[in-house]
């Protein structure tokens, strides 16, 4: 089979996809650990592109991280690592290729895999990518300004010089707090944006606002399981940074894959009439 046609999305095979009315069923338990089953399989079948993806993850948190304290910005250096991962979805397009293959009894290949991200770059892919970055640097913005509430706009020497004055003065303990909590906030908006909607715009031919809305709908749908899958998902991603990022070689991966399985695990189509 040739690299070509590993860039033809499921949903341009079959024009009626556009037409197509998602259905949402509630997600269990044994969704989730059925689907990180199946994730990790398909890691184990194609170890190299996994790792190539997870070496991406690896090295962009290492340079944004690096950019941070090279601005003299040291103190979003947190923030911007952790928002640079929830960009994922969309870096692991070629993972929801590869498990697409795999699923379909095929042999995916890492050419291929690149040329079809490289092609949704003015689909409905790029828009929802858009949005994610846009709620990233809305994140970004508040995080700003936060720290000129509580801290005003002091300058920090070093990031040691940093952390002393989070921790260890009342206005840094608030500061951090608040930045959790806007953290926190900013981070469940883009879990349920985007948990299942880049899978469903390279699987058919829908708009990224319904795959937005239906992704949405899983996570409303199934508020417990989906909120304890993404509290899994940022622990082992929180644990994957350190050191120096090195676990998302084989943890993003893994989700990457996971996730594919989860969207035909809980979203199926029916023609609209």
């Known amino acids: 089979m040739s690299d070509n046609h590993l860039t033809v999305p499921a949903g341009a095979q079959n024009p009626q996809n556009k037409l197509a009315k998602p259905i949402v069923r509630q997600v269990t338990l044994e969704d989730i650990t059925s689907s990180l089953k199946l994730g990790i399989l398909d890691f184990v079948k194609t170890p190299v592109i996994g790792l190539t993806f997870g070496a991406f993850f690896m090295i962009g948190g290492i340079l944004v991280t690096l950019l941070s304290f090279w601005v003299d910005m040291s103190y979003i250096s947190y ?147 989906m909120v304890g899958w993404g509290l899994l998902i940022t622990a082992i991603l929180m644990v994957s940074m350190i050191p120096a990022f090195i676990g998302l070689l084989v943890t993003l991966p893994v989700l990457g894959h996971t996730t594919w399985h989860l969207y035909k695990r809980v979203v199926t189509f029916e023609d609209a009439k």
């Open 79 to 225: 923030p911007l690592a952790c928002g640079f991962l929830l960009l994922g979805p969309f870096a692991a397009l070629g993972l929801y290729e590869a498990s697409r293959r795999l699923q379909a009894g095929e042999t995916p290949r890492m050419s291929g895999l690149f040329t079809l991200m490289w092609e949704q770059r003015r689909g409905e892919i790029a828009w929802m990518a858009f949005v994610v970055i846009f709620i990233q640097f809305l994140w970004m913005f508040k995080v700003h300004l936060l720290l000129a509430l509580f801290l005003g706009m002091q300058g920090y020497g070093t990031f040691v010089q940093f952390a002393q004055t989070i921790f260890e003065t009342s206005d840094g303990l608030l500061f951090l707090a608040a930045g959790h909590l806007v953290g926190a906030f900013f981070a469940v908006l883009l879990f349920a944006v985007s948990v299942v909607s880049f899978p469903i715009l390279l699987d058919t031919e829908l708009d990224f606002v319904t795959a937005m809305i239906t992704s949405v709908k899983v996570v409303t749908g199934s508020p417990v399981v």
